[in-house]
């Protein structure tokens, strides 16, 4: 994170995984439904109901966060102590390992695999499984490579975690990018299941700071009251902000669509054109993780940004170092023009 606060900018950045920042002038926000406080307590209702109607569950069901990552870090204090065993995919996010050591969990790890396209895979979950797993934290889609995991794949996940009495965390942050393809949120498939996500990574709204959980009523109670010592209640402006931008999400994911769509396009052309990459394309997401076949991702990503002010994410900071991340979530040309400079940033390194 600090990484990414302080060193990933530059005038053509690809290390961002959401979609461009959409505009406070562009939703129907007038002055005269703003206010500075107001009735949120646990939970503003207007700001529940919205959820609620988007995640498809009672309001009684949802906890409103700071973004998703405060989802993540609710659901893994309300859940582990220190010491229990906490089972999470390995590429994963890094801030949720951080978020589970700060707690002092007992982290273990599955891997999602090159090879297989980053696929979820109960089996390989299955090995890592023990009696002592009480949570098992997936993504969907998967950050950092954008797979899918279908709705048989996350059920069978969540009757792993059911035979050890263990639950399953899906950070669903950027599962509205895969669109019509995208399963049933898992949210929806037994109180096993809880979810995170947030208008931040597929609807360009990240200050907003939007994020919820879907959870079994008993579970949210806990949540909410932990929640208490994190910051007491939102800011009622952005919850106000939020419940319009709720209203506004079919005009805002057609937007989406379309921009991914023609930036997919222009991303697959360079993969074409590339032959030291390897890549599972993923026909959905605002990611890729390609890996570089030849070379140092570190001394890449350090010509990229010095001779071509470019950057991308490398992959040291998901655990695979000769991997990187790409992110297509922003204006077109832009995209264009740092793919062009990635190009020639890794014919240089070919050559020295
Ligand atoms: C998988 C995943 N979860 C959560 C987050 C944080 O999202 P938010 O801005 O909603 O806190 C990110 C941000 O990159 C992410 O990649």
Redesign the pocket.
């Known amino acids: 994170m600090p990484w990414?606060k302080l060193h990933s900018h530059a005038p053509f950045n690809i290390a961002t995984?959401?979609v461009a920042h959409w505009k406070l002038r562009d939703l129907p926000v007038r002055l005269e439904d703003l206010e500075i406080s107001g009735p949120s307590f646990y939970g503003f209702p207007p700001l529940q109901q919205a959820l609620s109607k988007h995640c498809g569950v009672e309001p009684d069901r949802i906890v409103a966060a700071?973004?998703?990552?405060?989802?993540?870090y609710l659901v893994l204090s309300t859940l582990l102590k220190p010491g229990d065993e906490v089972l999470i995919e390995q590429p994963?996010?890094e801030?949720?390992l951080a978020a589970a050591k700060q707690i002092g969990a007992t982290i273990t790890r599955f891997p999602r695999t090159h090879e297989s396209g980053f696929a979820l895979d109960p089996a390989a979950l299955e090995r890592a499984v023990t009696p002592r797993t009480r949570l098992i934290v997936i993504?969907n889609l998967h950050?950092p490579s954008s797979a899918l995991a279908d709705e048989e794949t996350i059920r069978q996940v969540g009757e792993i975690a059911c035979r050890v009495n263990a639950r399953v965390l899906v950070?669903e942050?950027?599962l509205d990018a895969a669109f019509e393809k995208a399963p049933r949120s898992a949210a929806l498939l037994g109180d096993h299941f809880i979810v995170?996500?947030?208008?931040?990574?597929v609807y360009g709204l990240?200050g907003l700071?939007c994020?919820w959980i879907v959870a079994e009523p008993a579970l949210v109670q806990a949540m909410w009251r932990l929640n208490d010592l994190m910051g007491v209640i939102p800011a009622h402006l952005a919850e106000l902000v939020s419940v319009i931008a709720l209203g506004e999400l079919p005009r805002i994911l057609e937007a989406v669509r379309k921009r991914l769509d023609t930036n997919r396009a222009i991303l697959n052309r360079f993969f074409d054109s590339r032959a030291d990459l390897e890549v599972a394309r993923q026909p959905f997401g605002t990611i890729a993780f390609p890996k570089l076949l030849r070379g140092s991702v570190d001394h890449l990503a350090e010509v990229l940004r010095t001779k071509y002010e470019t950057t991308i994410v490398p992959g040291k900071y998901f655990e695979m170092p000769d991997h990187f991340r790409i992110g297509i979530g922003g204006d077109s040309e832009p995209l264009e023009e740092a793919l062009r400079r990635l190009g020639h940033a890794l014919d240089d390194i070919m050559e020295s």
């Not at 700071?66 to 993540?72: L, P, V």
């Not at 995170?196 to 990574?201: F, V």
């Open positions: 990414a995984s959401g700071t973004g998703t990552s405060m989802a993540n994963t996010y801030l949720i993504g950050n950070d942050v950027y995170t996500s947030s208008l931040t990574k990240s700071r994020g």
